[in-house]
């Protein structure tokens, strides 16, 4: 079972920026695809970002050119760097983990709240 913890999430202003991080349990490097998805409110849970163990990148439309995503493979941590955040970026916001492309589960995190106002 892989664990994931998410830390980084707080309150921020329009235009202002975070890093958002996910400390994951196992060997990083092996695990198929890592993810961030977000919830807004009243909103259904979407990924927004992804990497492979390829490190091969995959963004939404709402995140390309403003958040990346990235890993350290020494450290076990996926990263989600967001700039220029927006009040429309308010959620919770999720670190996933897919083993494999084949794997009949995936994992969660239990998330971090990101909140943007001023």
């Known amino acids: 079972q892989v664990r994931l913890v998410e830390s980084g999430g707080g309150l921020v202003q329009p235009g202002g920026s975070l890093r958002l991080s996910c400390e994951v349990s196992?060997?990083?490097?092996?695990?198929?695809?890592m993810a961030w998805a977000r919830q807004g409110p009243g909103k259904q849970r979407d990924l927004i970002a992804a990497?492979?163990?390829?490190?091969?990148?995959n963004y939404t439309d709402s995140a390309k050119g403003r958040f990346t995503i990235s890993r350290d493979n020494a450290k076990n941590v996926l990263y989600l760097q967001m700039n220029n955040l927006k009040p429309t970026d308010t959620a919770v916001y999720y670190c996933?983990?897919?083993?494999?492309?084949?794997?009949?589960?995936?994992?969660w995190g239990q998330g971090t709240q990101v909140t943007v106002s001023s």
């Open positions: 996933n983990a897919l083993p494999g492309p084949r794997a009949r589960y995936d994992y």
């Open positions: 196992e060997s990083i490097s092996t695990i198929y695809r």
């Open positions: 990497i492979t163990s390829d490190g091969l990148t």
